[in-house]
């Protein structure tokens, strides 16, 4: 990656994440995106967002915390490990990252036990995702909120079957191998339904273009920001 960035350097984009500057960021993904991977912390469009929209709405890091982190994202862990104000523990049922083997369907954690939870790009893989909010719930303080994000289509209604175990025909369908349903518009209002409250939060849009385009971010990202309901 050293190579990559010596070959980009310029002030044209700038990461906000490590704060390395560049002419242009790497093309990434199965259909190759232009100007997505940062090549110092390898932050993506959707990570260079959360960053911004934990520094600019929230008070993650500067208050005290206890974070639950799913599948931790590579361009985060030492920066949030860092944080003399976070309580930070990562999880995940596979990831070497993460510090704690853990199955999101039953979270080996007490009731109330976390401020903040982050689980990116984690539930289309999952058999039960609402059973994972729930426990997302469980586990949340009262006062407790975090973010779930997931690929979202444009489908009115989310597609799932259980019945397709194929690797190459989940890929068909779902877009990936290992995913096992397809969100539409409806993802937010699924999510409602295990008992936790989800805001679709449109921080993107409150932003200046000239810093989008500066920091290369997704211009139709939806942050959703969920909070311990009822």
Known sequence: MK????????????????????????PYGRIARPNALCPNCLALERHRLMWLFLRE??????????????????CFIERFEALPNLDYITADIES???KVKMDVHDIPFPDNSFD??????????????????SEFNRVLK??????????VYNLEKTLEDNTITD?????R?????????????????????SGIKIEENHFVK??????????????DETIFVCRKGD
């Open 167 to 171: 690797a190459a025909e989940r890929e």
């Open 57 to 74: 709405k929230t008070d993650f890091f500067t208050a005290k915390l206890r974070v639950l982190h799913i599948a931790p994202e590579h």
């Open 142 to 151: 009262p006062t407790g909120w975090g973010i779930l994000q997931s690929p």
């Open 206 to 219: 409150e932003l200046e273009p000239a810093l989008v385009s500066k920091f290369a971010l997704p211009i």
């Open 116 to 133: 903040v939870v982050f689980c990116n790009h984690v539930l289309e893989h999952v058999t039960d995702d609402l059973k994972a909010c």
């Open 96 to 98: 070497p990252l993460a």
């Open 3 to 26: 190579v990559f960035a010596q070959m980009n350097k310029g002030n044209a984009v700038q990461c906000p994440v490590c704060e390395n500057s560049y002419s242009k960021f790497l």
């Open 173 to 193: 369908i779902f877009g990936q191998r290992d995913h096992v349903r397809k969100y539409g518009k409806d993802y937010a209002a699924r999510l409602r339904n």
